[in-house]
């Protein structure tokens, strides 16, 4: 009983962490896209979002944990109704993080198309030669003398902006990937609990069973009980009137034979 109770409040705790974790992941992605958008704020997120990922996955385990412990005894019902109670605040929560994790895939994805479309419409306005500007490459071939350092300054930075915007662009499109990923692990975490549901159902309902029957067994016993009562006053009411006409006999008996004798 101990180690149920154990694994109750461990459940209850990573329910709690979820909802909260949750709520503050609500917060931060409605700043994607804004100034505070940043590699580092992004990183954030998605530690938060993994965090609470593998909060999930280990209530779910812990839920069937919970689930195959042994039913049996006298608190068999009030520990069914618990791991109802659980689960069904489990899969609240879940349902919660999992549509704040779509809002999130959601946003994230119409970012990643700004960008992209921005880091194209940057790219088009110079001609490239196998991925390098056609400018730098003449820059370069230019004699030192007749090059202009900050025209060449100039392209550089354009060159390392450029290099920037793709490589946020990477990330941000595997920070999708992993969300779309996550969302599916969700899926899964959900087939379980809905697995979970209809055994536990069942097993309340052969509980449920097993009471009535109990129920129906220990009337039927009330009856063949009554019923022996019964039978046991009818056989001692005979017997006490055999005893009476027994006693009825021997004493007529003992008149006739005293009556012979005395004549």
Avoid at 42 to 61: C, D, G, N, V, Y
Avoid at 70 to 93: C, I, W
């Amino acid at each position: 009983m101990g180690d149920f109770n154990s694994l109750c409040q461990l459940i209850g705790q990573n329910i709690q962490k979820i909802s909260n974790q949750t709520e503050t992941v609500h917060r931060m992605i409605g700043k994607l896209g804004t100034a505070d958008d940043t590699t580092s704020y992004r990183e954030q997120l998605h530690q938060l979002q993994h965090s609470t990922q593998a909060i999930a996955k280990e209530t779910s385990t812990k839920l069937k944990l919970l689930d195959s412990s042994d039913p049996r005894g006298s608190d068999a019902r009030h520990r069914k109704l618990q791991k109802e109670r659980l689960t069904s605040k489990f899969s609240e929560v879940l349902n919660e993080f999992q549509d704040v994790q779509r809002e999130a895939a959601k946003k994230e994805s119409s970012v990643v198309q700004r960008v992209r479309a921005a880091s194209q419409s940057s790219q088009s306005k110079e001609p490239r030669t196998g991925g390098i500007s056609y400018e730098l490459v003449q820059l370069e071939q230019k004699d030192d003398s007749e090059t202009d350092t900050g025209a060449t300054a100039d392209m550089q930075q354009v060159l390392a902006d450029e290099e920037l915007q793709l490589q946020q662009l990477h990330e941000r499109e595997g920070q999708l990937r992993q969300l779309e990923s996550d969302i599916v692990d969700c899926n899964q975490i959900f087939k379980d609990i809905a697995t979970m549901v209809h055994e536990q159902g069942d097993m309340v309902d052969s509980i449920e069973g097993n009471v009535e029957t109990a129920a129906v067994r220990v009337e039927e016993g009330n009856k063949q009980l009554r019923s022996a009562r019964k039978y046991q006053v009818k056989s001692r009411k005979k017997l006490c009137i055999l005893i009476v006409v027994l006693v009825i006999i021997v004493g007529v008996l003992a008149i006739i034979i005293w009556q012979a004798t005395s004549g």
